[in-house]
């Protein structure tokens, strides 16, 4: 299709690398089906992605006003990353006063002097209005999550069944009662303000304002794989009412993720040459993510574990939690004397300072199994190479992720729960041999990390003409988008 022919759609994530990253990893998706993508953010962000949209690609970034201080928030802090914990609910209030510039911005730029209006709006969770806008424009809505179907289900129900902190069990259990097939929680699977919020708090309010909107939606995209999810998608097919479709993994391309790369503390190159160094299935690597962090004595207990056995491994180490992750800092301060070198020399263990190539680790031969905080895209990344987990959430939805892996899947055992949890390193080193070694549980383990892995690959691929799950997904839902376009077009024809 040549340019000026092309179907637009409008992409809107939440302001926050976990948002913004997954969005940008589906616009390409898109774009390669012959669309015009017309990505909107807030100037700083905007800023930002110019270096991470592809020279060939034709995502147009488009910008939409707003300005931090009028919401108290601190000057240029236009990115959840750029926030303390106690401020994010604040930069998620502003954002829902973005309505009436998107409108503007949407019927001055993105429908006017258009031949057509974009097939579809793909907007945030966290922007339930959205909805409403692209109807008064008659234009079709999804809502796209980069999270989980699992995930996203525990925290949808456990934000509409508040409280939880009195819970009656002495044991600290708990069902969902519009969730019930999700099986026991535990109170230390909620966040901090999950555990304070009993409907009245800042977050409650919020949550109460925004959840109940998806439904206005006309469907609701998950990077995830049906087969995988099947619960938590179920559950939202349930609750919403709106068609429900799993068109995952969609994952950032290799060379954008290395612009993502923060000061990265070893090239692709020496870890892989390091991995080649080592048997097949032999090394476990672990990394927190690109935010998360452990507590000092945590990672003094892990390094212990690493210390005390056999198992080769890869560690990308950020500062503890309390100390600012972007200061500069030596691993070998938090960690057991002389540890960084005992491990290099007897060829066990490489402390990777801040930053790795996680794509490429997990995709090589050696690596057995990661042990993760289960953020939704280290999950997905894991489990496309048949690696198996050791979890160890940290906030959010990962304690659901962890949960759905290890009670569902059959991929994952959990370490560790949350920066209180005290773990032994005895625990730490019990698991990790586990997860890799000569056992029962192990073996299961990898083997069905391996299955899993075959059966996401089958989603995305078509065999004999028969398209796998995730293709089709994606097809129904540019079809719902295509008809609802069509029978608007009809309309406005049948008035003119
Ligand atoms: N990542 C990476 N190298 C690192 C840490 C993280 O490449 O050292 C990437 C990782 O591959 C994943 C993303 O950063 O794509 C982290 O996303 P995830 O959803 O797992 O966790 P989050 O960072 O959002 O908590």
Redesign the pocket.
């Known amino acids: 299709m040549e340019s000026e022919e092309k179907q637009s759609i409008v992409i809107f994530p939440f302001m926050a690398q ?1 948002h913004i990253i997954p969005f940008l990893a589906l616009a390409l998706r898109i774009e390669q089906k012959g669309y015009l993508i017309n990505y909107v953010s807030t100037p700083l962000n905007i800023k930002k992605l110019h270096s991470l949209i592809p020279p060939n690609s034709s995502i147009r970034l488009v910008e939409i006003p707003f300005n931090s201080s009028d919401y108290g928030l601190p000057p240029d802090a236009e990115n959840n990353d750029d926030l303390p914990y106690n401020l994010v609910l604040r930069l998620l209030e502003a954002a829902q006063d973005l309505e009436p510039s998107f409108r503007k911005i949407l019927a001055e730029e993105l429908i006017n002097g258009q031949r057509k209006k974009p097939v579809c709006i793909i907007g945030d969770f966290f922007f339930g209005w959205l909805a409403d806008v692209a109807h008064d424009f008659g234009i079709f809505h999804a809502l796209f999550s980069g999270a989980g179907g699992f995930g996203l289900a525990c925290y949808h129900s456990l934000w509409l069944n508040l409280p939880h902190r009195n819970t009656n069990d002495e044991k600290g259990e708990f069902l969902l009662p519009d969730f019930p097939e999700a099986g026991k929680f535990h109170v230390t699977q909620l966040s901090p303000s999950l555990l304070l919020a009993d409907g009245t708090d800042p977050s409650s309010i919020f949550q109460r304002k925004c959840l109940p909107t998806w439904v206005n939606s006309d469907g609701f995209l998950f990077n995830t794989v049906e087969e995988l999810d099947r619960i938590g998608l179920t559950y939202f097919r349930r609750k919403l009412g709106i068609p429900v479709w799993a068109i995952g993994p969609i994952l950032l391309p290799v060379d954008e ?1 290395a612009k993502l ?1 923060k000061t990265s503390g070893i090239t692709p190159q020496e870890c892989l040459e390091w991995l080649d160094s080592k048997s097949p299935d032999s090394v476990l690597y672990i ?1 927190f ?4 962090t452990i507590s000092a004595s945590q990672m003094m207990q892990l390094a212990k574990a690493l210390d005390s056995g056999d198992t080769n491994f890869i560690w ?1 180490i950020r500062p503890p939690i309390g100390f600012d992750p972007s200061m500069e800092f030596i691993a070998e301060d938090w960690l057991p004397e002389g540890f960084v070198q005992r491990v290099r020399e007897e060829k066990k263990g490489l402390v990777v300072e801040k ?5 490429e680790i997990l995709s090589h031969k050696s690596v057995a199994a990661f042990l993760c ?1 289960c ?4 999950v997905l ?1 894991s489990l496309i190479n048949g690696v198996a987990l050791i979890g160890w959430p940290i906030a959010g939805d990962q304690f659901y992720n962890a949960k759905l892996l290890a009670e569902w899947v059959g991929v994952c055992v959990e370490v560790a729960r949350g920066i209180s949890f005290e773990v032994g390193h005895e625990d730490i080193r019990y698991k990790i041999e586990l997860v890799m070694g000569d056992n029962e549980k192990g073996k299961e383990m990898r083997r069905k990390a391996q299955e899993v892995k075959g059966l996401i690959e089958q989603t995305v691929v078509e065999k004999d003409g028969v398209k796998g799950d995730s293709l089709k997904a994606m097809e129904e839902f540019f079809s719902a988008a295509l008809q609802m376009q069509e029978e608007e077009t009809q309309l406005m024809e049948q008035s003119n």
């Open positions: 976990g993720r790369s990394s993510g690109s935010q998360t990308v930053w790795a190539p996680q794509l905080h953020g939704w895209n280290s990344e």
